[in-house]
């Protein structure tokens, strides 16, 4: 437990990090300077929670030189990487903060938004703020269009509220990040969580930062299937699609058997059509592979669900009262 002062209120800050060996230092550098301004201003304290999502370069010494070097400093690290999601709630659950700020170590979340950030939570008027990317400057065309049909698609078919360019970026009062923690589940979508517990949220837009140095951990391929994890975990409209598809096709086949009957009564033609018959049977035979996968999919998750494995395993921390496996 760090001993801080009762009177001031306390921020910390949660940083995800996969091997940011490049980018940490002028992230410390930088969170560092604005904490001074910050404690200055405000009267504020704060605290430094980096998780190491099981980098494998230089992240981790970095982090215990910064914590020899610095009380406010604590880590946790992982035994393997578990992905930015598990990061980002083993960070809230350590976080002791009054106030937590989830943030990027690539100065992407550009840390110096953080006083105005503080300033409205301040007033009480809301309960997080939240940062939405207005550009998406540097950004590879069609990743940006992707994500721009992403964002229309599951916001027309879940009731979580997930904002297009919003970032993970935020600042929350201790009553939403307790909320967050209290959502037990094994497929987290950061985006859509934050969405779905509601509380008051002030938008703050700003202009795209690129990254400071290394590189983005997040290829194509790996945020196609990151897009359809959001949906799956807040949607089951594809479940009711599949389900419509059956009925439309049932009623089509209904109709074709009328027509087939009625033709052959008439005209006498028994074997004509094969060709066609041929084509249906692909047809259906496609859409019904197609609608088990999309059952496969939720099968799945309700599978890893049920087995209730932890989210993260911490090999390493500078914290007290530490047990290695998270289990809830
Ligand atoms: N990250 C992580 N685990 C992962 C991938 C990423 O903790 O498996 C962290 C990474 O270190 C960074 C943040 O998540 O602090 C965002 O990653 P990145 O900058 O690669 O994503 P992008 O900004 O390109 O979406
Ligand atoms: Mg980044």
Known sequence: MIIHNQNFPLITTVVPCYNEEKALPYFWQEIQSVAEQMTKLYAVQFEFLFVNDGSNDQTLDLLRSFAALDKRVHYLSFSRNFGKEAAIYAGLKHAKGNYVAVMDADMQDPPALLPEMYQILKTNEYESVATRRVTRKGEPILRSFCARCFYKLINKISDADIVDGARDFRLMTRSMVDA???????????????????????????????????????????????????????????????????????????????????????????????????????????????????????????????????LFIVCETNEENENAAEIF
């Open 180 to 310: 967050i923690l209290a959502i037990r589940e094994y497929n987290r979508f950061s985006k859509g969580i934050f969405g779905w517990v509601g509380f008051r949220t002030y938008w703050l837009p700003y202009e795209n930062v690129e990254r400071v140095a290394g590189e983005t951990k997040w290829s194509f391929w790996k945020l196609f299937k990151y897009s359809l994890e959001g949906i799956t975990a807040f949607s089951t409209a594809p479940l009711q699609i599949s389900s419509i598809m059956g009925i439309i096709l049932c009623l089509v086949a209904f109709l074709w058997i009328i027509y087939i009957v009625v033709k052959t009564l008439i005209l006498g033609d028994p074997v004509g059509g094969w060709p066609s018959l041929a084509c249906m049977i692909l047809f259906i035979g496609g859409i019904q592979l197609f609608c088990i996968g999309i059952l496969g999919q939720y099968l799945a998750k309700t599978y890893l669900e049920t087995k209730k494995r932890p």
